[in-house]
């Protein structure tokens, strides 16, 4: 099985996990807890990693939301809580979501063998939000350290596909408005913000093509039993949080 074989069969649902405790119950109680609504809990949580840095570099991470938006969820944030200690308490519930969820699945250490190796032969070179997260410590409890390495490898391949969006001159919010044509209002946008073209079409899949290709090298480090524990602990991973 190629590298590209292993990033088709698990990207979209490592995407799914990695996301999965964004605005869970649980997540958005906590956040509460220390004075965030979901939503910001969700910006100071997920860029917090970057520390207590301004707005537009936090937009510069991201992509695709407004930057007014982003601008007021992140500035009204940090007034309340430092955004490291933000980062923190949203990765502890990322955690906590694993090992209420993933208690008992086969295969997990073996999936965190796998994809330790692929984060750790990434260039983080441009990949901002990939670096500020790898850059955290992975539990010792299988549950939370796969969760974890999903959250991690979902922000390796979200990074790269910004930089592909860039590099193919597609603003984020048109490469937005064609992945999630129903979540532009959530984004900060009109949803007449732009008309789709045939040739923004086009750049999106090219920027799709050229995001594999920049996968292609981290995911070659894994053998061909890396590479199967990796497709079968997400296969896995995904179908106990989806249950």
Known sequence: ??????????????????????FAPETVARGKELGLDGFRFYFLGRGGVLGD????????????????????????????????????????CAHNHGRAR?????????YVEAAGAVIAAADDSALTLFAGLRAEPVPG???????????????LRGSAHLVAVTAVGLPSLVAHMIKRPNDVATFGWPDDAHTLTDDDRERHA??????????????????????????????????????
């Not at 698990?10 to 990695?18: F, M, P, Q, V």
């Not at 039993?225 to 896995?236: K, N, T």
């Open 53 to 92: 840095v301004d707005a537009a570099v936090i937009h510069a991470a991201f992509g695709y939301f407004s930057p007014g938006l982003l601008d007021k969820m992140w500035t009204s944030a940090k007034e309340r809580l430092d955004p490291r200690q933000a980062a923190r308490e949203y990765i502890a």
């Open 141 to 155: 409890d299988a549950p939370a350290a796969a969760f974890h390495q999903a959250m991690v490898l979902r922000e």
């Open 1 to 22: 099985m190629s590298a590209r074989d292993i990033i088709t069969a698990t990207s979209a649902k490592t995407g799914d996990i990695g996301a999965s405790f964004y």
């Open 102 to 110: 993933l208690e008992g699945v086969a295969g997990l250490d073996a």
């Open 206 to 243: 090219r920027a799709e093509e050229i995001t594999d290709s920049m996968l292609e090298a981290p995911y070659s480090v894994l053998s061909a039993d890396q590479g199967a524990a990796l497709i079968a602990g997400v296969e896995a991973m995904h179908a106990a949080l989806s249950a």
